[in-house]
């Protein structure tokens, strides 16, 4: 069944004050609940939402609307202050570190800060006391000073950022708070970190990168995924030419969450799932996006300048639902409009194509797709394989373990790095932290972030509007022009 015969409630900004989430809150008398309410009424003071009320509404008017919204927005407002386009960290001997958000990400993230020298944590924050309390006694078991603990209610974070001793602030929260928190780091002159996507409108992300450029303080998307082995291994090997003039690429985030989605002890409350209530599009492109981008050379040479997206019917989410929750279940009053397969073509301004699937809501293995072709060959991930002239003519991919001269310095001195996700948590924290202390300029930066992101709200008006191309912002005014190092650095003398 198409759009027309099925429509689709329209996406809501924050979620009805008497709708699903507070539903589900009133089963559960615990701490969570109480966060999870006021933390949907905390958003509706910080203007939380998925799009400006004005987009979302003039997109289901049709493609001309979205068109005229995208570009509104599109449109480079006046300069607060300069780029931050290559601007160095000042240089510390020790960086110290505030953390906000303490669950599954937060967590598992507090040891590898800890696991590095000169690096303290200066204090944690989550309204969860026990989940604040629990990092707390890691930062003791690592020998540093107790940290302080901010756990009074969801707005603590602000009382982190004002601390006199912290240079970075780490912010691992749900979606929605990730604009408030960075926002509030810079205000505070912090330079911030934050998990995926940034921001959820395309206003905020104008907002961070004004902001970014007004404090001089970096705002990153800590974009793990960038350091992969093969990511790393596959941009080098762009950069020195292998695959001849890049042509296109591909990266995704297909991953069934269907179970822990619906899990009640998984995320802290249904944030998560409740994002598959308002928004249509590629709620997740950052993992993908970031080393597609980078081969590209996205904002040092070339720039994405529109997104096309279409996405299937929502299907996925209620179909787990009907197997697996018993009929008075309060789940059953949330409506899932995001389309289960989002497919968005990116066009750069060098004639490149991306394309990036977003998928969190069928079966399907594991896969960030990561492709990457030029006029000399082409890489796929998942599994690794290439195929590069001279030395593939056969029509046969060729194994990739084969160009391991080409690794990164990271991946070369840190074979087997300590932490998740094959070890590019660890690499991502150990260079960010080596940027700051030896005041380099970071590998990424808020254009980067902003980037990255804006397939979230753009992608849900194209594909409310079947797929119409919408321009992306130019977030760094022209600086894009100019060709400048990025994640492929050179190895610095300590
Ligand atoms: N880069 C990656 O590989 C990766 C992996 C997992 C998650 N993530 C990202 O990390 C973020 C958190 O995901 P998660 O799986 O840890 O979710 P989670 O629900 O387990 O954790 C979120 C934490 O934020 C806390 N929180 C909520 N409101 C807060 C407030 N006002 N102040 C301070 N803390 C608050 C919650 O209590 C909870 O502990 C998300 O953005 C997610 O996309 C990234």
Redesign the pocket.
Known sequence: MNDDARPAPEPQDIPPRSGAADEVNRQDPSRRSV?WTT?GV?GAGLGLGALGAGTASAAGRGAPDAVAAAEAVAAAPPWQGRTMAGVPFERRSTVRVGI???????ASMIGLFLALPGVQVKAV????RD?AEKAAKKVTAAGQPAPAIYAKD????ENLCKRGDIDFVYV????E??FPMAKTAMLNGKHVGV??PIAMRLEELWQLVDLSERTRRHCMQ?E?CCYGKNEMRVLRMAHAGLFGELQHGAGAYNHDLRELMFDPDY???P?RRLWHTRLRGDLYPNHGFGPVANYMDVNRGDRVVSISSVGTTALGLAAYREEHMEPDDPRWKESYIGADRTISLVQTAKGRVIRLEHDVSSPHPYSRINSLGGTRGVFEDYPARIYLEPTNTNHQWDDFTKYAEWDHWLWKEHANPPGG?GGMDYIMVFRLMQCMRLGLVPDFDVYDAAVWTAPVPLSHLSVKARGVPLPIPDFTRGEWRKARSGMDSEKPAE
């Open positions: 966060l933390a905390a906000i958000g303490l669950g599954n990400r937060g924050c989550d309204p969860v989940k969801e707005h603590d974070y691992a929260t749900p979606w708070l990730h998990e995926c800590l793990n995320y802290e409350g944030w996700h």
